[in-house]
């Protein structure tokens, strides 16, 4: 059996003083991220080092990760 | 990187409901020729129009206002913007430097219209007053009547006429569902990319009305623009209800907001013949426009003793 490594990544919750480092697989893509944070891909914009990527897109050891709600409301 | 569909450079957004990725290049140039196509095919300007943009300094009425700006390049016709000051503590004091900034930078006119001023009292003092006399509203549904009527004064007595804001696909699809919801068959009627001029009421049109509100917000950030992003200390109830459950429905199936939009649009027409069309009329205590006697901001301030 072939042993998955984890990669860590920062996340960062923009709006919030939320900054965490979390492991995960090193398989894991944007969208798998955002689903273990339960977050909506329709309501938020993710920026990977600076720059907005697409949820398709597969995170780096050391990744620092901002989440941008951008649904607001009112 | 994955990469653009079109040009092969490195993508920043899927739109899924197209089965297309694009890079930040694309996705602007799509998201503005969107704008321009929507304001071509409603008619939603014409040489020699007043436009009054409704500006609160959030994404949408931001983007819409530079999109309206650039499209004077197309165009010949006056635009000026609008910012109502709700007067909500913390919230709207930032948003409204924003709106500022934001008119100043485009070199358009900027006019400020308070609820203190025109309805004797600050949103904040009316959720308040709402609460005191159990009336069951919410801050939305007091906001949404009392800005709707405050807009359209300002853009008349600036001689504006018509009033573009800043709805995206998601505004309107959550619009068509609450009345759904609520049965209304009226309001669901006047849905649409344009609402035509009737006395005392400007025309309202919603450029950004197929674009959907993710994508307002990435363009905003693409083009550097300066917006306020912090959530509405009154936002809550049904319209939130409303917006999560299309948001997830969109993430399980992509497309959903669209399909509601055209399916209304195919029974928009239908839904004409049994409509009566309204004449308006003064209102008796404010003089407003209104389908009745007295018009509905009048009848939620009297009930608050405003």
Redesign the interface.
Known sequence: MIKMSNISVTVRLI?SKRREKLEISSRAKVIDLLKLLGQ????V?VRRNG???????RLAEGDLIEI??????? | ??KCTFCGRG????RRYAGV?LC?RCFMKSVEKRFRKAVAKYNLISPGDKIAAALSG??DSTVNLHLLADYRRHKDFDLVAVTIDEGIKG?RDESLKIAEENAKLLGVEHKVASFEEAFGATLDKIVKLAKKHKTGLSA?TY?GVLRRSLLNKTARELGANKLATGHNL?DEVQAIMLNYIRADLARLYRLGPIYEEREGFVSRVKPLREIP??EV??YA??RGLKIH????P??GGI??EI??FI??L??NHPNSKFMILRMFESIKPKIAQSMIEFKPMKCEMCGEPTSSRICKACELLRELGL
């Open positions: 709006g909506n891909p329709q309501v914009v720059k907005i990527v697409t949820e398709g897109e941008l709600p951008v649904v607001t409301g009112g | 990187m994955l993508a920043v957004y899927d990725l930040d959030g994404k919230y939305c906001c998601d509100e993710k917000a990435v950030l693409l992003l912090a959530v509405c009154h936002a319209h939130m917006r999560d948001n997830n969109e993430a």
